[in-house]
Every structure is written in structure tokens, then in C-alpha cells.
């Protein structure tokens, strides 16, 4: 099993920015998918982007594309979610998920039943 770890969260201002990071223990497979995910209190978790670790495709969510990037660092085992023009409809706490994918995933990253989660940051946006 993967440990996942998430850093990076905070509290920032409508407009600000701030990259999240989660680092992989290990990766135990040929076709490793990552990808993050928010869950506001009292909202249903939402798939926020997603990133095939060999080739780098990346995925979004059409409320944060122009807005995030997904990317990758293979010799560290880690995977950013840089974010830029926040707002505070953001506000989450952030998850990363990991698993080595088959096809169901292209079908749908975000309905996609990850094996591994990390345990979460928090992301506030004030107005």
C-alpha cells in the first residue's frame, strides 16, 4: 500500500496562490494515476485534477482549468497541484488519491475507486 502525504495548504486571500504537494511513499505499479480531490463541509468530494505518471496527460475539472496545474516529479515521488487566481468557492480540504489504473480511468478519472488517499490539507480562501 502507498503511503500518500499532502502539504501545502493555507489561508490566503481571493486572488492569491498556493501549490499543494503530495509525496508517494512508493509506487507499485506500471501504470500509476494520481489525482486530487476536494471535499467542502457539507458538499459531496468533487475530482479536482488527475495526472498519468508515465506520458504526464493531465485532467481537469472545468471549474479550475486556466486556474491549476497538475505536474509531476518522478525522482522525488511527488505530485504538485499549483493553483493560481484563488477564490473562495475553493475552499476545501485537498486529498490526493493513487493507484496503478487500468482503463477506467480514462473512462473517468474522478468516479475513478483509487486505492490510496492520503489524509488531507486544507485550503481557505477569503473573499
Known amino acids: 500500500q502507498t503511503q500518500l502525504v499532502e502539504s501545502g495548504g493555507g489561508s490566503v486571500k481571493a486572488g492569491g496562490s498556493l501549490r499543494l504537494s503530495c509525496a508517494a511513499s512508493?509506487?507499485?505499479?506500471?501504470?500509476?494515476?494520481m489525482a486530487w480531490f476536494r471535499q467542502a463541509p457539507g458538499k459531496e468530494r468533487e475530482g479536482v485534477a488527475a495526472i498519468y505518471m508515465d506520458g504526464g496527460n493531465t485532467y481537469y475539472a472545468d471549474s479550475v482549468k486556466g486556474r491549476f496545474t497538475i505536474n509531476r516529479d518522478e525522482v522525488k515521488n511527488t505530485v504538485y497541484l499549483q493553483m493560481h487566481n484563488l477564490k473562495p468557492e475553493d475552499t476545501a480540504m485537498y486529498y490526493c488519491?493513487?493507484?496503478?489504473?487500468?482503463?477506467?480511468?480514462?473512462?473517468?478519472?474522478?468516479?475513478?475507486?483509487?486505492?490510496?488517499w492520503g489524509q488531507g490539507t486544507q485550503v481557505t480562501v477569503s473573499a
Open positions: 512508493e509506487y507499485t505499479g506500471s501504470s500509476i494515476c
Open positions: 488519491a493513487e493507484d496503478d489504473c487500468n482503463a477506467g480511468f480514462y473512462k473517468g478519472w474522478p468516479q475513478y475507486d483509487y486505492a490510496d
